[in-house]
């Protein structure tokens, strides 16, 4: 046989065999990979333990590209067009950062025309807070006005894909995000979206994600043992968060807030003192920028309020309507000052 001939056959095979990789990559990206929420394995809006283990019994399966899922969940977190074990490590990495760490997220998902759909989150660490919009299956390669509750946020593009992400921060490292309005504090049900012409609707369903409440992975084991079991729901939590305030002439401080959710009961209870001040003060006390009530101080020079979902008559006010959920890095203004909620040391 020729050396020509051989050197046709090799680089024919190549040919084809590079040809068909390349193809079977695109479509798994575009089937297997979840863009407004990556960790969201099986598209609940929520990030658990379930998400991972979706993964991990589809590895048990024998899956190992994205398009070849038996059942179509967004097995593919990384992007990587591979169903592989990083990508539950990576579910796993995510849910013990959110135990671990002290920040709070707020998060809803708003479907728009056609199959365009958008998801805003908002997580707030200590003082600093990021506000992060995706958009998917939107017109490509397009430039989209965004708005949220009227306040204008800036303009989103998308890619070849139809997907586009728009950031806004504050704090001092703002990593070259676009300045986050100084009045979005916090995101509510009745906040509106839009995005251009292909997103117009409330975040109708926005839930606050308490840190600490999700179950902990672990990384360890033999992935190719099946895994039936499904994480167990705690029957009782606590939560008990204090802020610290600076003494400023003289005057002190303190918020607390506490709740204890007990056989699907809840009951919650928020106070705050004043002392040393002068006599008949008054404090306008805010949580997270939701003003909840005033302080007015005795003749000592001493105010307290405080309310509760189960209030003692005489002693506590009932929670007002529109008092806002409370987790971690929750911050509590007292007059001029403002501190964030943290977990008693």
């Known amino acids: 046989m020729s050396t020509s001939t051989n050197n046709r056959r090799r680089s024919h095979t190549r040919s084809l065999r590079t040809e068909a990789l390349e193809s079977r990559a695109l479509m798994a990206a575009d089937i297997g990979h979840n863009f407004i929420q990556p960790h969201d394995v099986n598209d609940d809006s929520n990030v658990t333990a379930v998400d991972a283990l979706v993964i991990i019994n589809e590895l048990n399966r024998g899956g190992r590209k994205a398009e070849d ?84 946020l800036g303009e989103l593009m998308t890619d070849a894909k139809g997907r586009g992400r728009l950031v806004l921060s504050d704090g001092d490292d703002n990593r070259d995000h676009l300045p986050l309005p100084s009045e979005l504090f916090t995101l509510s049900p009745d906040m509106e979206l839009i995005i251009g012409d292909i997103i117009h609707g409330q975040l109708s369903s926005v839930a606050k994600l308490e840190t600490n409440v999700s179950t902990p992975v672990s990384g360890g084991g033999n992935s190719s043992t099946p895994i039936n079991s499904q994480p167990t729901p705690q029957s009782a939590s606590e939560l008990h968060l204090v802020a610290t305030y600076p003494v400023v002439s003289g005057i002190t401080r303190s918020a607390e807030f506490e709740s204890e959710t007990e056989r699907g009961a809840t009951k919650q ?16 006390v805010k949580v997270a920028g939701v003003s909840v009530g005033t302080i007015v101080t005795n003749s000592k020079g001493k105010g307290t309020l405080i309310l509760s979902s189960q209030p003692k008559p005489g002693r506590e006010s009932p929670l007002p309507a529109n008092f806002p959920a409370v987790t971690v890095g929750t911050l509590v203004t007292i007059g001029d000052q403002t501190a964030p909620l943290n977990k008693v040391a």
Request: hydrophobic share 30%.
């Open 69 to 152: 899922s038996v059942h179509r969940s967004f097995n593919d977190v990384n992007d990587d067009s591979f169903v592989t074990p990083i990508d539950a490590l990576q579910v796993i990495n995510q849910l013990n950062r959110r135990n671990n760490s002290p920040s709070a997220e707020q998060s809803t998902t708003v479907r728009g025309t056609g199959t365009a759909r958008a998801r805003v989150e908002l997580e707030q660490e200590g003082t600093e807070r990021e506000l992060k919009i995706r958009v998917d299956n939107a017109p490509a390669s397009s430039t989209f006005a965004v708005s949220l509750n009227d306040i204008a």
């Open 269 to 284: 209870k928020f106070k705050v003192e004043v002392e040393h001040t002068r006599p008949n003060s008054s404090f306008e």
